[in-house]
């Protein structure tokens, strides 16, 4: 769909926010384009990315909230952060780590003791649903961040394209 096509499917329906996700948005050229249309058109946007992407070329707008992955070791896809990005966070945006295993729990402990994020963070377990031992392992390290569920897993489960 073209940036056009896409305001007009968003003006079908009486909403304030857009939400842009997909594996990773900012691969196609054609998100900065809707970002900025979209919050021209008076929307607030948020914008869910992978962190693997420079954020720099983002508009800095106070009706747009970056949610961005950091991926931790057990996604095998660390090594693709850019942590430039953090610095390109704000206050207003999110960060979301997702945890597997112990290993992934202390690198969310460290990560966190050794970078000064300026926004909340938000950890939740790999697939989503079984957050008890995220929950109870965050109380024991008095850790500043929320522990939610991945939404879609509950409602959808493993089923693709919602």
Known sequence: MTVIEVL????NYDI???????????????????VDTLLDEGYSVQLETNGSVPL????????????MDFKTPSSGMQERMIMENL??????DQLKLVVADRE??????EFLAVNDIPCPVVVTPVGGTDIKPVAEWVLERNLNVRVLPQLHKLIWGEERGH
Do not use: A, K, W
């Open 8 to 11: 007009d499917q968003v003006r």
């Open 16 to 34: 304030q926010l857009v939400c842009i996700t997909g594996g990773e948005p900012l691969l196609q050229p054609e998100t900065y384009c809707l």
């Open 56 to 67: 720099e070329r983002v508009s800095c707008h106070e009706n747009l909230m970056i949610s």
């Open 87 to 92: 610095e390109i966070l704000s206050p207003y």
């Open 104 to 109: 992934d729990m202390s690198f969310v402990e």
